[in-house]
């Protein structure tokens, strides 16, 4: 009998753990829909006009395979070094956090990797021991599912960088006005030590604190081979310019047509539109302005069309 009561205890334990690494994922858990923007371009891909998504922010989608070598090694260098080599939970990482939070006796560090925190943003928690353990369980379901990369993009893609930026890559065009793949490691030190306090390191009103923190993920990565000390100074050295990601609205008929046409659906439309004719044919505009206003002309419609086809170039 004691045989029997020891395999009925080893199949609940490996049904225990079966339903913890493979159980589902909450319903709609890899959606991207509510975290994409609306971003609407020229037939040259140059942006006219980009909406807030439904989680109030300006965002985009990168795919595994786009992540480039600098950011990757930023991100884990001072988000979760042992990334690579954990399965969804670091339990030194863990008990360190416990160590330290009794000493303080209040939930000082949490002790969450990279993908924990992913968890963290696609799915509403208490902030509750229940709700740490649910987040626990979703996390090693996560890495059961999709491959380490996966998960990085992942989070990438939901983790915030002030500004209404969520996600890297909108991040990258607002703040440096590139896309991921043409970052510095000097730019994705910076971009990488930014979703712990994405408020209060914002460049354009704590500057000094946001470079700050590059420096400290850049010391980082040093120190875990992934610089190496000539590749260090240049980054360090390196000087950051910022820009103001504003968000344009160009060809507003034009916009508005595509919008209504388009619904609610998220993502990029690219449209016919040449932003360049359309800038040309205002300037004309305005330059026959005056004499436009003595005739009562005070406003003043253009369409360009493409013959044959009839495509709409400026409106």
């Known amino acids: 009998r004691l045989w029997q009561i020891g395999l009925a205890g080893a199949v609940t334990c490996v049904s225990l753990l079966g339903w913890l690494r493979c159980g589902p ?4 858990f890899l959606d991207e829909g509510s975290h994409k923007s609306v971003r609407v371009t020229d037939r040259a891909g140059r942006l006219l006009y980009e909406s807030l998504s439904e989680r109030e922010a300006r965002s985009a989608w990168l795919r595994a395979e786009d992540l480039p070598q600098p950011l990757v090694n930023a991100t884990v260098a001072i988000e979760d070094h042992r990334f690579f080599d954990h399965a969804g939970l670091d339990h030194v990482a863990i008990t360190r956090a416990v160590l330290v939070d009794l000493r303080a006796m209040k939930l ?3 002790g969450s990797t990279l993908t924990q925190q992913a968890v963290k943003r696609l799915m509403a928690r208490r902030r509750t021991v229940g709700g740490k353990v649910r987040e626990m369980v979703v996390a090693l379901r996560l890495e059961h599912r999709l491959s380490k990369l996966e998960i990085l993009a992942l989070y990438l893609n939901v983790a915030p960088y ?8 909108a991040a990258s065009m607002g703040y440096f006005g590139c896309p991921v793949a043409n970052l510095t490691p000097a730019q994705a030190a910076f971009l990488a030590g930014l979703p712990q306090r994405p408020s209060s390191l914002d460049p354009y009103r704590n500057l000094k604190g946001a470079l700050a923190r590059q420096r400290e993920v850049l010391r980082r990565m040093r120190s875990l081979g992934l610089l190496d000390e000539e590749a260090y100074r240049r980054a360090k050295d390196e000087r950051l310019v910022f820009r103001r990601g504003d968000r344009p609205l160009l060809a507003p008929h034009f916009v508005q047509r595509v919008l209504a046409l388009r619904g609610d659906a998220p993502g990029d439309v690219r449209g016919i539109l040449d932003l360049d004719l359309q800038r040309e044919v205002q300037g004309v505009i305005a330059s026959k302005q005056a004499g436009l206003d003595r005739h009562g002309a005070h406003s003043v419609a253009v369409a360009v069309m493409k013959s044959p086809t009839g495509a709409v170039l400026v409106k």
């Open 162 to 169: 002030g500004n209404q930026y969520e996600g890297v890559q």
């Open 25 to 28: 994922l909450p319903a709609g």
């Open 108 to 110: 000082k560090e949490g």
